[in-house]
């Protein structure tokens, strides 16, 4: 099933949505799922799960407070901290994919989306990697000094607020849906159970991105700028760091990957 066709705009109710503890989490201890947030949805989740969503919604608020504040041509409060860190959320990335097994050892989650639990779609990972870019670009701009950036602001950030809170949405209620592919994925068939947790995700998750039209600054087109995603379902791998590995944008990508994606840089800069 398409996300764009289950995620589709035409919802017209809005679904309301402590911090999960994880041992070598290296998040802002202050940041934490608020408790009228938290559901069926996020306390279903693993831990490092419930991680990835709480910086989600977080991004997602950030978005709408930045966006509000724009809108009515305030100024933005003064900020501390690095470029790339603020306003909108996004410290360490690197800490969402990484879990430690008993042995202390450190893995690395890859995501890959499907919609047969069969064959896997790797571009997860890059879209991923590409919306935390985002994050960061749009930090930079709401942030620095340099006048000529300065002069960008006006017409590139509110298409960038609209597509980033979309885009968390949409990776919220991916994420959301985790127990239940893990669930899909240990069993012959769903049970009447999974089917209807799976049809709530997707009634919540449609009413919350209908919910954003009033928010939006472009209505009419910020839906088309949502990433190619034809899966509605996300699987996790999980693998020991390898020689080559790459993180982009706090996102890691094995050592084949990692390849293509250098070498495709360097054939850019050539």
Same mark, same amino acid.
């Given at each position: 099933?398409?996300?764009?066709?289950?995620?589709?705009?035409?919802?017209?109710?809005?679904?309301?949505?402590?911090?999960?503890?994880?041992?070598?989490?290296?998040?802002?201890?202050?940041?934490?799922?608020?408790?009228?947030?938290?559901?069926?949805?996020?306390?279903?989740?693993?831990?490092?799960?419930?991680?990835?969503?709480?910086?989600?919604?977080?991004?997602?608020?950030?978005?709408?407070?930045?966006?509000?504040?724009?809108?009515?041509?305030?100024?933005?409060?003064?900020?501390?901290?690095?470029?790339?860190?603020?306003?909108?959320?996004?410290?360490?990335?690197?800490?969402?994919?990484?879990?430690?097994?008993?042995?202390?050892?450190?893995?690395?989650?890859?995501?890959?989306?499907?919609?047969?639990?069969?064959?896997?779609?790797?571009?997860?990972?890059?879209?991923?990697?590409?919306?935390?870019?985002?994050?960061?670009?749009?930090?930079?701009?709401?942030?620095?000094?340099?006048?000529?950036? *300065? =002069?960008?602001?006006?017409? +590139?950030? /509110?298409?960038?607020?609209?597509?980033?809170?979309? %885009? $968390? !949405?949409?990776?919220?209620?991916?994420?959301?849906?985790?127990?239940?592919? *893990? =669930?899909?994925?240990?069993? +012959?068939? /769903?049970?009447?159970?999974?089917?209807?947790?799976? %049809? $709530? !995700?997707?009634?919540?998750?449609?009413?919350?991105?209908?919910?954003?039209?009033?928010?939006?600054?472009?209505? +009419?087109?910020?839906?088309?700028?949502?990433?190619?995603?034809?899966?509605? !379902?996300?699987?996790?791998?999980?693998?020991?760091?390898?020689?080559?590995?790459?993180?982009?944008?706090?996102?890691?990508?094995?050592?084949?990957?990692?390849?293509?994606?250098?070498?495709?840089?360097?054939?850019?800069?050539?």
């Amino acid at each position: 099933m398409l996300l764009k066709k289950l995620f589709a705009k035409k919802a017209s109710t809005a679904a309301e949505g402590a911090k999960a503890a994880r041992p070598n989490s290296a998040l802002a201890d202050d940041l934490a799922m608020p408790e009228a947030a938290k559901d069926e949805f996020f306390n279903a989740q693993p831990s490092h799960i419930q991680q990835i969503l709480t910086v989600l919604h977080r991004i997602a608020r950030d978005a709408l407070l930045v966006g509000d504040i724009m809108r009515r041509g305030a100024p933005l409060p003064d900020v501390a901290g690095e470029v790339g860190t603020v306003p909108i959320y996004c410290r360490d990335i690197e800490g969402l994919f990484e879990t430690l097994t008993a042995d202390g050892s450190k893995r690395f989650q890859s995501y890959y989306y499907t919609n047969d639990l069969a064959t896997m779609d790797p571009r997860a990972q890059l879209h991923l990697s590409q919306f935390f870019g985002r994050v960061m670009a749009l930090n930079t701009l709401l942030t620095t000094t340099d006048p000529s950036l *300065r =002069a960008a602001q006006a017409k +590139a950030v /509110p298409k960038m607020l609209d597509r980033i809170l979309l %885009e $968390a !949405l949409c990776f919220k209620g991916l994420f959301s849906g985790f127990a239940v592919t *893990r =669930a899909l994925l240990t069993r +012959a068939a /769903p049970d009447s159970q999974m089917v209807a947790q799976f %049809e $709530a !995700l997707v009634a919540r998750t449609k009413a919350d991105l209908a919910a954003t039209s009033p928010y939006l600054h472009d209505s +009419a087109t910020a839906f088309e700028t949502l990433p190619m995603v034809n899966q509605s !379902l996300i699987v996790e791998l999980s693998k020991r760091y390898e020689e080559g590995q790459i993180a982009v944008n706090g996102v890691y990508f094995d050592a084949a990957t990692g390849a293509q994606m250098v070498g495709g840089v360097q054939r850019l800069q050539a």
